[in-house]
């Protein structure tokens, strides 16, 4: 199986402030790389996927980058309605594999 | 808009079967790759397996042995039946739609049902 590690666990950050996630695959999985944010009590919702496509309707201040190992999500201003855990997974092999989360607080 | 409704008992005793459908409804089932994930309590998401309009399936070795999942495009709906649960499985459970291109290579997982919580207790 690939394994799928994300960095930080979690993070706290102020409204407007840049904030990055990273998310490395234990061995290459080109783009397949996608990322889902899940709210507290809520279903996990598609934000990036092939590593740095915009899923429609999710705002434009998501953005992701990377391939081959190590991959990133962005959120260029924080807002308070991102208060989540955010998760990475590949699609590259089967079986499909996600990140542990990373939870992203709003101080 | 296509919706997904998952449907089934919400307790199940230890070596039982577990038994779940995804009803698919404002769209076609025989378009995409339809997939079950599941997310114990206060944990992260693991994929369970998918299958395609052919009948064509690919389940997580993990669970390979205890998992099985069908379609019926007459009632637009797959099912989910998992054997010889024990509380490890207890989790919500959700169904979703696989976004693919030609090859194929697939994305991410875009349309989610609501889950469905199963508890694993005599």
């Known amino acids: 199986d690939i394994q799928m590690t994300q960095s930080p666990s979690s993070l706290s950050a102020s409204v407007g402030d840049r904030v990055t996630v990273t998310c490395r695959a234990s061995?290459?999985?080109?783009?397949?790389l996608n990322w889902y944010q899940q709210k507290p009590g809520k279903v996990p919702k598609l934000l990036i996927y092939?590593?740095?496509s915009l899923q429609s309707g999710v705002p434009s201040r998501f953005s992701g980058s990377g391939s081959g190992t190590d991959f990133t999500l962005t959120i260029s201003s924080l807002q308070p309605e991102d208060s989540a855990t955010y998760y990475c997974?590949?699609?590259?092999?089967?079986?499909?594999?996600f990140g542990q989360g990373t939870k992203v607080e709003i101080k | 808009q296509v919706q997904l409704q998952e449907s089934g008992p919400g307790l199940v005793k230890p070596s039982e079967t577990l038994s779940l459908t995804c009803a698919v409804s404002?769209?076609?089932?025989?378009?995409?790759?339809w997939s079950w994930i599941r997310q114990p309590p206060g944990k992260g998401l693991e994929w369970v397996g998918y299958?395609?309009?052919?009948?064509?399936?690919n389940y997580n070795p993990s669970l390979k042995s205890r998992v099985t999942i069908s379609l019926d495009t007459s009632k637009s709906q797959f099912s989910l039946r998992l054997s010889s649960v024990t509380a490890t499985d207890t989790a919500v459970y959700y169904c979703?739609?696989?976004?693919?291109?030609?090859?194929?290579?697939?994305?991410?997982?875009?349309?989610w049902g609501q889950g469905t919580t199963v508890t694993v207790s005599s």
């Open positions: 979703a739609r696989q976004i693919y291109s030609y090859g194929p290579l697939f994305y991410g997982m875009d349309v």
């Open positions: 404002g769209g076609s089932i025989s378009t995409y790759y």
């Open positions: 299958i395609y309009r052919t009948g064509s399936t």
């Open positions: 061995q290459t999985i080109t783009n397949s």
């Open positions: 092939a590593a740095s």
């Open positions: 997974q590949q699609s590259y092999n089967t079986p499909w594999t």
